[in-house]
């Protein structure tokens, strides 16, 4: 832990944002004790907290990874690739040492701490106040965001909510219990709400249909069904509103548009290629683009989920001449490999429609629990339902989950939330040719702690099980 908040005071990424949307590419490496002075540097600082998503354990790589592959939505074709980092995952044997985990300890706490800083110095920074609402709820849901990932993944996390000017101030703290997480990521959403605008002139930064889609999605997760609900529902008189066309959701020609409501950027082309993400590369198929490793595809069995009829399927999933399922939620770089363009969208409308959809089945409202859960159905081109028993109008709206959000790293949290992931995985590796070893274990539902975290900090401890 020591060295990680070594790390933490030394990085400080300063950006810059455009008139229209947000430049999140780093100028310079700068002392935090001589910045923060006036608006401008503020707004670096800011943005600097946006760039810490695009890292590689963030939306980059991880979050699609960690959400996607221990589920039955996807798989790794190549295990041996990376050495067995993403391979781990699909079959739950993942080690402490594993490196993607490191990166998701240690760059999600790069931006905590950056976030800190920013809401710690933004008190004395000359400006507006209305603007200085702004960029304080932005900050808040991006660190709620980043502590709502990690106790996902890990369980138990150190809570560190104000800058670190020693890095002695959290050596030998341990680790805060979830739940007192869970309800600091509650309070900070909700500032969030209060503080954020309904709508900005620059594409991705965070609004306040944000705040609450997350929020609502934080409260379900914890079973606040009740409480959820209301928050998701204001979303709808924020103005976004579904795509017509499946096939324009992720098509980079419409970033951006009205169905999403977040995602993190990517740009090809931009500062060197420094701009883009890798996830095309990473999880194609093998050999079907340079340098493919071959994580995180598609399974046949979601392929093959989608009805007759339903646009879905060959908007989202695309075959190989040699028929193995890709995303097509990914879109090819057009300059190089590692420089895809496609955002990572984190929160989008048909989600939260079907995170309502939820919420009305578990308060058995089926009325309206088939109403929302139809507005994803029909957009899809399929006829409407009227389901009229709860347990099968749940099954039903996760089913759509499943296919509707499709590689966007949903589906393992899902099945966590649910309390369906051993059910589900363990029919998943009987049915699916190449799992005979597989096996899920109650110890899985949590990612190992990085080995060496504990290695720094003795009081860090590991994860039952690992």
Known sequence: MKKLYI???SLLLCQACSSDLLNISPESIKQTQNFYKDEAQLEQGVNA??????YVGQYQLAMLAIGEIPSDNTYDEVPANDNF???ELD??????????????WKENYIGIQQANIVLNRIGNVQMSQSQKNTRAGEVKFLRALMYFNMVRIFGDVPLVTQESVNVNDYFGQGRTPAETVYSFIETELKDAVSLLPEATAQKGRVTKGAA?????????TRNKYNEALPYLKQIESLGYSLLTDVNQIFDVAYKNNAEIIFDVQFASGLNGNSEGSQAYQMFSPSGFSPGAKGHNLPTKEI???FAAGDQRRDAYIGLTPNLVPYSKKLTAPTTAPTDGGSNVVVLRLADVYLLIAECYAKSNDLVNANLYLNKIKNRAGLPAVNITDQAQLLEETA???RKELVGEGHRWFDLVRTGTAIQVMTAHFQNTPGYS???IKPYNLLMPVPQNQINTDPAIKQNPGY
């Not at 907290?49 to 695009?54: C, D, I, P, R």
């Not at 609450?212 to 409260?219: D, E, F, Q």
């Open 7 to 9: 790390l933490l005071l």
């Open 49 to 54: 907290v946006y760039g810490s998503l695009q």
């Open 85 to 87: 980092t993403y391979g």
């Open 91 to 104: 079959f739950f044997t993942v080690q402490p040492n594993n490196s993607l985990l490191a990166s998701v």
């Open 212 to 220: 609450l889609g997350i929020l609502g999605k934080v409260l379900m």
């Open 303 to 305: 392929y093959n989920l």
């Open 399 to 401: 089913l759509e989950r």
């Open 437 to 439: 070893t597989a096996v």
